[in-house]
């Protein structure tokens, strides 16, 4: 699927008009990013039992705290783009676009007359245009985390990872 026209320069913008720490990390921009809305942020792993190959992470606005869960049985890199992510939706303004099906898969042990209760949500359809939005706030933040304006040892490794997916060492041969 092609991206949206505009889409980099639409989440530039977003990103033009909030407080980003100096030194970055995802858990300084969600600080930064609640006081900026004056809602609090918290950000909690997913339960062990949580369906990961279903979702990876989840933003639930709750009554007085948005609370963003992420995969922590990866790579703290893949954590924090995870994270990147979540508060991409919350950045752009998007409205949690969820159903019960998928709350429950990420919290298996919650009954599901709770998760429709809790939530009394409709089935709601995947909008690709807000997935793709969040996920290039998330990149853009990103390179944020090795830009040299503050770099942090996690930051260093994301970028790392982001950068150069894959090293081929050739050694010292031919070399003088």
């Not at 990390?25 to 339960?47: K, Q, V, Y």
């Not at 995947?126 to 997935?131: A, L």
Request: net charge negative; with cysteine.
């Amino acid at each position: 699927m092609p991206l949206p026209r505009g889409l980099r320069s639409r989440c530039e913008k977003i990103l033009s008009n909030l407080p980003i720490p100096d030194p970055f990390s995802a858990d300084a921009f969600a600080d930064a990013l609640a006081e900026h809305r004056g809602r609090p942020i918290s950000m909690h792993p997913l339960p062990s039992t949580a369906d990961t190959a279903a979702h990876t992470g989840l933003w639930v606005p709750l009554a007085s705290v948005d609370a963003v869960f992420y995969e922590s049985r990866t790579s703290l890199a893949h954590q924090t783009l995870i994270k990147l992510h979540e508060l991409g939706h919350i950045a752009a303004g998007h409205q949690p676009d969820y159903n019960p099906e998928m709350i429950q898969q990420a919290f298996p042990d919650m009954e599901p007359r709770y998760v429709a209760k809790l939530f009394g949500l409709p089935r709601a359809s995947y909008d690709s245009v807000e997935e793709q939005e969040a996920e290039t706030i998330a990149l853009l933040l990103a390179s944020r985390l090795g830009s040299g304006r503050g770099t942090t040892p996690d930051g260093k490794r994301l970028t790392a990872t982001l950068a150069h997916p894959v090293r081929q060492d050739y050694g010292t041969a031919g070399t003088r």
